[in-house]
């Protein structure tokens, strides 16, 4: 870790805690020195932070050092440094920098996909109907051009009380062998559950015995809202293709993503696009021409940021919150969680109902008390919030009290 090790770097920072926090798995940070690092509207409760993050220091003077350096000399820098991103990449989702595509976010990743997706009209792509429009949208454009179908299902009956057996039975159940992709979502920005990956890739492992290349069913997932929130390899969760935009959790660069192929299906996705770089297959993946390399090679800063505080403490800091979280809405008469309480299903979204306010109204509300919340639009649209590291117990606890005043 460039010669130093995490708990150096928290003293050297002074981010190291000198009181433990109410986590045990998320002692040892002094997690007001971390927000410190941010540059916050210090008048918001923003409770919408994993909406398009904010940048650390370390980020924001990467993006700067580079800006300079590529201003000296562009031709220096981009061989070397895309292949560091790619190598700070794969490390940090427990593969390899070979297996790493660079994309502006997840839409264009899951598009480049389903796009590239070896498909044939007699197949078809099994999807979620909790997974976000545009990842429907990605895999309908995709089957549309070959004439193949995109089938949307329901694997739970309630997202409050969803159980990893229960998605994985509905999987099951609704895999045919015309099944060529099935697209889950790892946290669910419409209600916050987080999906069982790996029982879910048992599922297609089972369903592809037997089935030639060419018939293979991929699984694809959207794994935004998981990287960084969650503690957890992406590469190792059992998916064929994980996709993900590195500027919510991660507090990368905006405009940055990644696109994870395991390298067994790799000859299943076609490119696209041009690539500008031929590093590997799978980077051929990405989208070539000139980017805001500046964003991009300083993803590697925001990984060493996660790295140096430590994925558990972070996922634990964030699990820690949501509950907190939770646990008060639920003392408030009326008001429905439609997250799930067990953090075996849930990560750092909270998704709610508040009796006689839609979300829309309690969003805008709560922005005139100085508090910023989200709804999911696009589907069902319950008031949402985030669980950032940078978030408070004090600023829960304020979200809590005007909503529960609102009650009343």
């Known amino acids: 870790m460039d010669g130093m090790d995490r708990r150096d770097f928290l003293v050297g920072a002074g981010l190291l805690a000198v009181a433990p926090t109410a986590s045990s ?9 971390v927000r410190r690092e941010f540059r916050l509207d210090p008048a918001l409760v923003n409770l919408g932070l994993f909406y398009l993050a904010s ?12 800006r300079r350096r590529l201003d000296a000399n562009s031709h220096d820098l981009m061989l070397r440094q895309a292949q560091e991103v790619a190598a700070a990449l794969g490390e940090y989702v427990g593969g390899s920098a070979d297996d790493i595509a660079f994309v502006p976010n997840t839409t264009m990743g ?11 009209a007699d197949q078809e792509v099994l999807l979620s109907d909790q997974d976000h429009t545009w990842h429907q ?3 309908r454009l995709a089957a549309g051009r070959v004439g193949a179908k995109v089938r949307v299902g329901t ?18 159940n609704s895999i045919t062998p015309r099944t060529r992709a099935v697209g889950v979502t790892w946290v669910q920005s419409s209600t916050g559950v987080k999906m069982p990956v790996r029982a879910c890739a048992q599922v297609v492992t089972e369903a592809n015995k037997g089935r030639a290349a060419e018939d293979r069913c991929l699984l694809v997932v959207d794994g935004v809202h998981g990287l960084a929130a969650v503690d957890d390899d992406a590469a190792r969760l059992g998916a064929d293709v994980f996709v993900a935009g590195t500027h919510k959790w991660l507090f990368g660069p ?33 989208p070539g021409g000139f980017h805001a390399f500046e964003h991009q090679y300083a993803v590697q800063a925001a990984v060493r940021f996660h790295q140096r505080l430590g994925r558990e403490r972070v996922a634990a800091r964030i699990a820690e919150l949501a509950g907190r979280f939770s646990a008060g809405l639920a003392e408030i008469p009326g008001v429905v969680v439609h997250t799930p309480r067990d953090p075996a299903v849930s990560a750092g979204l909270v998704c709610f109902d508040v009796p006689g306010h839609t979300g829309t109204e309690l969003v805008e509300h709560l922005a005139r008390k100085q508090i910023q919340i989200t709804t999911a639009a696009y589907r069902i649209p319950y008031a949402r919030i985030g669980t950032s590291i940078l978030n408070t117990p004090e600023e829960l606890d304020r979200t809590l009290r005007e909503i529960r005043a609102r009650v009343r």
Do not use: C, H
């Open 137 to 139: 949208q990605a895999a």
């Open 55 to 66: 940048n650390p220091r370390e980020v924001r003077d990467a993006v700067d050092d580079f």
């Open 254 to 286: 905006r405009g940055t993503g990644m696109v994870w192929v395991n390298p067994e299906v790799r000859d299943q996705i076609t490119p696209l696009l041009p690539s500008l770089s031929d590093r590997s297959e799978t980077a051929l993946l990405g």
């Open 110 to 120: 899951l598009s480049i996909v389903y796009g590239g997706l070896k498909l044939r």
């Open 25 to 33: 798995a998320a002692r040892g940070v002094d997690w007001a020195a």
């Open 155 to 172: 694997l739970y009956e309630s997202s409050a009380k969803v159980t990893e057996d229960e998605v994985a039975t509905r999987l099951r």
